[in-house]
């Protein structure tokens, strides 16, 4: 089983509609969570960081932590074509530590 | 904010011979970068964590001899596959930490590399 567990899609919406990604963790250890942005054959971009539990927003993006599911959420609103790329989940014990990546969901938001 | 830089961002060689990667950051210093591997539809996978002045550190499975790192300077590291086969082939990807602020990880645009 991987500590990392994120369905790798496609997912393809229609512009404008609520986005939602997810990540299952089997490591209770891990306290920081970040979500990363991919475009194709670029680096990753950091768009989220969250530290345990709870939830966070930015703009258009809300990132949420249930430690106790282990489970983490992005969400996007109002979904835009440039949201058009593969979301990362990464998460960690500490924060010098060993991030430790999801697979990786390809979104594809269609105008 | 804070930028890292790759270069080159693609290369294409032989197989057998020896490709190096520069990461550098550009207005920070890193004592500790990171070096990730990225096949087509896969995440991320630390390689070797590289630490200015002394010997990088690398995770289970990374043959140290054949990625050779080296973090000669507080802005750059290099990484190095020797005697490059077509299985070597990937997007290499460095990363760095901004300690001058939060400590965000921050990544370079990343190199692919093709081998023929």
């Known amino acids: 089983q991987k500590e990392v567990e994120q369905d790798p899609g496609p997912l393809s919406v229609p512009e404008g509609a609520i986005v939602s990604l997810n990540c299952t963790y089997s490591?209770?250890?891990?306290?920081?969570f970040m979500w990363y942005r991919q475009y194709s054959r670029k680096g990753p971009e950091l768009l989220m960081y969250?530290?345990?539990?709870g939830n966070k927003e930015d703009g258009r993006f809300t990132a949420q932590v249930d430690k106790s599911s282990k489970y983490i959420s992005l969400f996007i609103r109002d979904s835009q074509p440039s949201d058009s790329a593969t979301y990362l989940c990464a998460m960690t014990p500490s924060n010098t530590g060993k991030l430790i990546f999801g697979q990786g969901t390809t979104l594809q938001v269609k105008p | 904010g804070a930028v890292v830089s790759q270069h080159p961002s693609w290369v294409i060689c032989k197989s057998g011979t020896s490709v190096k990667i520069e990461c550098r950051s550009l207005?920070?210093?890193?004592?500790?970068m990171f070096w990730y591997r990225q096949f087509p539809k896969q995440s991320l996978m630390l390689m070797a964590t590289?630490?200015?002045?002394?010997?990088?550190?690398?995770e289970q499975g990374v043959e140290k001899d054949k990625f050779l790192i080296n973090h000669a300077s507080l802005t750059l590291s290099t990484l190095t596959v020797t005697s490059a086969h077509p299985e070597d082939s990937s997007f290499y990807i460095c990363s760095a930490r901004d300690w001058t602020g939060p400590g965000e990880l921050f990544f370079g645009e990343g190199s692919r590399l093709t081998v023929l």
């Open positions: 490591n209770s250890a891990f306290q920081y």
């Open positions: 969250t530290y345990s539990s």
């Open positions: 207005d920070f210093q890193a004592t500790t």
């Open positions: 590289s630490n200015e002045g002394s010997k990088a550190t690398y």
